[in-house]
Each structure stands twice: as structure tokens, then as C-alpha cells.
């Protein structure tokens, strides 16, 4: 029996929450490990659409204990918004149900104006980020300046971290021209949060362990996707905290060991979300039809999503990166009834074919996508539950897609809806 991860293998919203939560049905306890707000993960459950962004897509599941791990960035406020959202949709959210580790870091609203005002100054060069304060409270994390979880139950701490934090940023908020950071009122803002946020805190290192030793399934929860990766995506295009299965055990705080098998999550098209290189993107009528098809627009933002054929450079790259096992393969049913599609087998650039996305950030911007074209299918496989129900030449862009990016489809995704979904090989018991 192993505990799988999962992770998303392309630039995000590949239907990690989906995935998530079909696979969560026989796991004890489902913990995120990195991101935090920015992400958008959807639930479609009978009639019930769930929208979670914090909260480990676990919540949706009775009995189950739900994490938020160490390396989550976690806006406190956030939170609680969210707590009561789903507790409005008839969520049973409780302490109990619930995790946030004590070492946890929190995005302050400080963060926000940060990741707001730097995102204005850049201009044309912008990242197009989520705007909820992710990069800046993992500068503060990385710059041992963080306010943790736990300092909100010892003021005196809470205090000398305040003002320190006021103290660093408040001489940057002056050069942009921003309103400064009142030490005080952040102080007495913490406080007044604090009581509602400390009962769901504790040690997730223990609660895993114990977990672990008592042979219950733990099910890591990826945010963003490999290619979004801070060391092994389209720097600086990407977001500020690793999103590869290592993250997984670093962020939960267990070994490395604990995880057995990592599910990459893609879609059978490409998507991407915000700025920065992306060589098979369509701006014309596929392109369009696409994003129509398949809902294409940001969960988090409302933005619509850049959308293009299959990347399988790219994902054979964040299979190897990422420590990818098997794939979950979702939104097959957008493709239905196109006469032929393209697979990305290839680029080149200044001449030469390159099997890999380059490093440089010019060179990526640069690479052109050489492309396999194959048949398509007319009849309709949204909503297929068994590998019967699929057309031979679906079939067949399911196999060449395994070839090219050296990785089994594990698992296949025919609509939003929980139950439509094939399982191949199942990940708990398939090992590494
Ligand atoms: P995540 O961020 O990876 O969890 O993905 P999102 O939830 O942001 O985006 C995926 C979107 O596609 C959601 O609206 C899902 O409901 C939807 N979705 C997931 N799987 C499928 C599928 O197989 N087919 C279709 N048509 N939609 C899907
Ligand atoms: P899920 O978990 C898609 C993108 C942003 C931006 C970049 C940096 O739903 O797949 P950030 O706010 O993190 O500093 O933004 O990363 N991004 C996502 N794109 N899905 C996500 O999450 C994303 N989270 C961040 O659009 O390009
Ligand atoms: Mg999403």
C-alpha cells in the first residue's frame, strides 16, 4: 500500500481538485503541501459545486482529516472566508476535521499590496500572478522575517515580529509611493484573528507519523503544476514555491519514503493562465474553441485562460522533474469532434531541434513547436466510465501521448463530474 502525490504537470488547472477528490474516497487523510490561495480547485459533485483555494480538497469528504501543511502559505484571513463558504454549502468544518500546521507562514495583507504594487510597476513584464500575496510572503519565509502560525498565541513574539516586519518594509512601501504598514493596527488585526485560527493548529509532522505507522493513506495535494515550479518551471513566469512531488514530504513535514507513487495530473490540450512562454498556444479559432469548450477561465481570477495543443516536450520534461509515476489524463471529452489534432513532439530553435524546454529565458520565449498531427474523433466520450466506451482513435491519442511523454495514463477524466472517470492503473497499489 503506498501514499500517492499529486502533482499538475503542466502551467495549472489541469483538474488537480477533481482527481483529488475522486482518489480521496480511499485515502484517511488528504494534506496540502505548497501554494496557497492562488489556487483554484473544482469540485463537481452531483449538483454541488465546491470551489476550494486553501482548503485541501478533503473537506468535501466526511471523516477524512484534511492538512495544510508547513510549506503552505496561508492568509489567515483567507481562510475564513473560506471556512465559513463551504460551511454555508453544508461542509461539517470543525478543529477536528481540520489541520493548519503550526509552522505554517501567513501572507499578510501587506503581502498582497506588495504582490499588487510590484506587479504595476513591472508593466508589460508582468507575471500576471494571482495578485493574493504568494511571492512575498515566501520572500518573508526565505528571509526569516515570516509571522508562523503558532507566534499567534504568544503576543510578545507576535509584537517584536510585527514591528520588525513594519521596519523592513516600510522604507520600500515609501519608495513606491504605498501607504505604510501601522504596526499597531497589524498587531491588533493578528490578535483579533488569532482565537479563531488557533484551534485548527497543531503538529501535522505527528498527526502524519502517527498516520503513517498506523498504515492509514495519506494523499498529498499538488497546487500550481510543474512548469509553474520556482526552480524547474518557465522562471521568473512561475509562482514562488516548488511544486514538484520532493515538495510534497518538505512541505508536509514527512520522508521522502512516505510517498509511493506520484500522479501528474494533465490535460489532454494545454492551458495556461497569466503571462510567459508558451509554444503551442493557438490565438486563433481552436484556440477559441478550446477555452469554450472546456470552461477555460481562472478559478481564482475570473481570467480567461491561453489555451493550445498537447505539449508533450513539456510534459515528458515535468514527468522527469516532477518524479512523475503515471498520469491522470483529464478533458479527453474537449476534443471530441475535431477532425485531426497536434501533438507537440519537438521544438527548434535558431535552426536546431531541441527535445527539452530551455532553461534561458529568451530561448523559451524563442522555441517553435514542431507537431505530429493526428485523426480525431466524432462521436462523444464526455461522461465515459470504462475504457469500452472510448473511440479507437481516442484510443490511440491516448497511446501516442504515453510514448511521447514515457509515462502510463493511470487514470482518465471524461467530465467534471467526480464519477467520470476511468481508472486504469490505480496508484495506491501500483508502486513506483
Ligand atoms: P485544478 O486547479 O488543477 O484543480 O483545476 P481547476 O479546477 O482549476 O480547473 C479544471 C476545470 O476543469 C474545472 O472546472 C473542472 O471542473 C473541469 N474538469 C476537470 N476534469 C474535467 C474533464 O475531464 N472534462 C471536462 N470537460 N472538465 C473537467
Ligand atoms: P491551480 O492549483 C494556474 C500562476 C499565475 C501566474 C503565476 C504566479 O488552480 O492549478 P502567483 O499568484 O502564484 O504568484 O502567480 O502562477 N498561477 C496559477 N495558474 N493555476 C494555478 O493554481 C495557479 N496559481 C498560480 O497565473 O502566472
Ligand atoms: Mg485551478
Known amino acids: 500500500m503506498s501514499n500517492v502525490a499529486v502533482i499538475g504537470a503542466q502551467w495549472g488547472d489541469e483538474g488537480k481538485g477533481k482527481i483529488v477528490d475522486w482518489l480521496s474516497e480511499r485515502a484517511d487523510v488528504v494534506v496540502r503541501f505548497q501554494g496557497g490561495h492562488n489556487a483554484g480547485h473544482t469540485l463537481v459533485i452531483g449538483n454541488q459545486t465546491y470551489k476550494l483555494s486553501l482548503m485541501p480538497s478533503g473537506v468535501v469528504r466526511p471523516g477524512k482529516l484534511a492538512v495544510i501543511g508547513s510549506g503552505v502559505v496561508v492568509d489567515p484571513w483567507a481562510f475564513l472566508d473560506e471556512l465559513e463558504r463551504l460551511r454555508a454549502q453544508g461542509l461539517v468544518l470543525e478543529p477536528g476535521d481540520l489541520l493548519v500546521a503550526e509552522t505554517a507562514c501567513l501572507i499578510l495583507p501587506v503581502h498582497r499590496r506588495l504582490d499588487q504594487a510590484r506587479e504595476a510597476a513591472r508593466g508589460d513584464r508582468k507575471i500576471g500572478t494571482t495578485g493574493r500575496g504568494i511571492g512575498p510572503a515566501y520572500e518573508d519565509k526565505a528571509g526569516r522575517r515570516a509571522v508562523r502560525v503558532a507566534d499567534l498565541a504568544e503576543p510578545e513574539t507576535l509584537k517584536a515580529k510585527v514591528s520588525y516586519l513594519a521596519e523592513h518594509h516600510n522604507a520600500y512601501l515609501r519608495g513606491l509611493g504605498e501607504a505604510e504598514i501601522d504596526p499597531a493596527e497589524l498587531l491588533a488585526e493578528l490578535m483579533a484573528i488569532a482565537p479563531r485560527i488557533l484551534p485548527f493548529a497543531g503538529r501535522v509532522w505527528e498527526r502524519l507519523d ?223
Not at 497536434?342 to 523559451?364: E, I, M, N, W
Open 210 to 432: 502517527q498516520a503513517r505507522l498506523a498504515n492509514k493513506r495519506i494523499l498529498f495535494e499538488g497546487a500550481q503544476a510543474v512548469m509553474l515550479d520556482v526552480d524547474h518551471g518557465t522562471y521568473p513566469f512561475v509562482t514562488s514555491s516548488n511544486t514538484v512531488a520532493g515538495q510534497a514530504a518538505t512541505g508536509a513535514g514527512i520522508g521522502p519514503t512516505a510517498i509511493g507513487y506520484v500522479l501528474g495530473i494533465a490535460k489532454a490540450y494545454t492551458t495556461r493562465v497569466g503571462a510567459g512562454p508558451f509554444p503551442t498556444e493557438l490565438q486563433d479559432v481552436v484556440g477559441r474553441t478550446l477555452g469554450e469548450r472546456g470552461h477555460e477561465f481562472g478559478t481564482v481570477t475570473g481570467r480567461a485562460r491561453r489555451c493550445g495543443w498537447f505539449d508533450a516536450v513539456m510534459v515528458r520534461q515535468a514527468v522527469k522533474t516532477g518524479g512523475i509515476n503515471g498520469i491522470a489524463l483529464t478533458k479527453l471529452d474537449v476534443l471530441d469532434g475535431f477532425k485531426t489534432l497536434k501533438v507537440c513532439t519537438s521544438y527548434r530553435l535558431d535552426g536546431s531541434t531541441l527535445d527539452h524546454f530551455p532553461a534561458a529565458q529568451g530561448a523559451q520565449s524563442r522555441v517553435e513547436p514542431m507537431y505530429e498531427t493526428v485523426d480525431g474523433w466524432a462521436e462523444s466520450t464526455r461522461g465515459a466510465r470504462s475504457w469500452a466506451q472510448l473511440p479507437a482513435n481516442a484510443i490511440k491519442y491516448i497511446r501516442r501521448i504515453e510514448e511521447l511523454i514515457e509515462a502510463p495514463v493511470a487514470l482518465l477524466s471524461t467530465s467534471p463530474e467526480r464519477d467520470d472517470t476511468i481508472l486504469v492503473k490505480d496508484p495506491f497499489t501500483a508502486g513506483p
